[in-house]
């Protein structure tokens, strides 16, 4: 075989590890499945809305959107953040700029919410977000903002042991993980999926911690990827917008 036969063999051989290494990575990160956004807590607030300075209910992303739109505030990403009773209020913990509006619910129950062990995602005042099970949260340290919801997707890495591979349970759902380096994982099905499912997904984009949020009602405001649900009846919402923003 001459020099150039080799060198020929060997850029190929380069090309196609540097093809299937970028179509592996692809697979990893992209999954039609779902929409989702990944907000940097360096350059991004994260911040929870359920009522305006009227005490009036958002109730849905397009009431927000108005909203935030009329206070200077341009949202990237929206979602809805949590569970609600009948009135909209929090089942569970609600803080909202470092004020306590929504005890933490720490009984048990029937419905997801109950599911053990359910946890609470919050948002430090410096602006890092974490999740935690709800038997912790007293550890979280102060929070400028916290929903609790329940059950949690991850714990440590590892899938909730309550979910099952091959079950029926088929729903929208979406959820909300931490990303190694602090970087929060927002997830919306587009599709009816299993919790176990739901669960790998955040699982194989790297989260350690990842928390389920709702189901079936669930609604996500994201431009980037030309999907924008402003409709529906939701409780808590969830906004991230650029920290240049007022």
Same mark, same amino acid.
């Given at each position: 075989?001459?020099?150039?036969?080799? =060198?020929? &063999? *060997?850029? $190929? %051989?380069?090309?196609?590890?540097? @093809?299937?290494? %970028?179509?592996?990575?692809?697979?990893?990160? $992209?999954?039609?499945?779902? =929409?989702?956004?990944? /907000?940097?807590?360096?350059?991004?607030? &994260?911040? %929870?809305?359920?009522?305006?300075?009227?005490?009036?209910?958002?109730?849905?992303?397009?009431?927000?959107?108005?909203?935030?739109?009329?206070?200077?505030?341009?949202?990237?990403? *929206?979602?809805?953040?949590?569970?609600?009773?009948?009135?909209?209020?929090?089942?569970?913990? %609600?803080? $909202?700029?470092?004020?306590?509006?929504?005890?933490?619910?720490?009984?048990?129950? +029937?419905?997801?919410?109950?599911?053990? #062990?359910?946890?609470?995602?919050?948002?430090?005042?410096?602006?890092?977000? @974490? =999740?935690?099970?709800?038997?912790?949260?007293?550890? /979280?340290?102060?929070?400028?903002?916290?929903?609790?919801?329940? #059950?949690?997707?991850?714990?440590?890495? !590892?899938?909730? #042991?309550?979910?099952?591979?091959?079950? /029926?349970?088929?729903?929208?759902?979406? @959820?909300?993980? =931490?990303?190694?380096?602090?970087?929060?994982?927002?997830?919306?099905?587009?599709?009816?999926?299993?919790?176990?499912?739901?669960? $790998?997904?955040?699982?194989?984009?790297?989260? +350690?911690?990842?928390?389920?949020?709702?189901? !079936? &009602?669930?609604? /996500?405001? !994201?431009? *980037? !990827?030309?999907?924008?649900?402003?409709?529906?009846?939701?409780?808590?919402?969830?906004?991230?917008?650029?920290?240049?923003?007022?």
């Amino acid at each position: 075989m001459s020099k150039k036969e080799i =060198i020929f &063999i *060997a850029i $190929a %051989l380069f090309w196609l590890a540097a @093809g299937f290494y %970028l179509f592996k990575k692809t697979r990893t990160t $992209a999954d039609d499945r779902f =929409i989702s956004y990944t /907000a940097d807590t360096r350059t991004e607030q &994260i911040r %929870l809305y359920w009522k305006d300075e009227q005490g009036k209910d958002f109730r849905n992303i397009g009431n927000l959107l108005t909203w935030t739109g009329q206070h200077q505030v341009t949202l990237s990403f *929206a979602m809805n953040g949590g569970m609600y009773q009948p009135d909209f209020s929090p089942v569970g913990l %609600l803080i $909202a700029e470092s004020v306590l509006l929504h005890p933490a619910d720490t009984g048990n129950g +029937k419905g997801n919410f109950y599911k053990k #062990p359910n946890g609470v995602f919050f948002v430090r005042p410096d602006g890092s977000a @974490g =999740i935690c099970i709800t038997q912790d949260i007293s550890r /979280a340290g102060k929070m400028a903002y916290a929903t609790q919801s329940g #059950p949690m997707l991850l714990q440590d890495g !590892q899938i909730n #042991p309550s979910f099952k591979q091959d079950s /029926a349970n088929l729903l929208v759902r979406n @959820g909300v993980g =931490i990303l190694p380096g602090g970087k929060v994982l927002f997830v919306l099905s587009k599709k009816a999926i299993s919790f176990y499912d739901f669960a $790998a997904y955040f699982k194989t984009m790297g989260c +350690k911690d990842a928390l389920y949020l709702d189901g !079936q &009602i669930s609604r /996500a405001y !994201q431009p *980037a !990827q030309q999907w924008e649900q402003k409709d529906g009846d939701l409780g808590v919402i969830i906004g991230v917008y650029p920290k240049t923003n007022p």
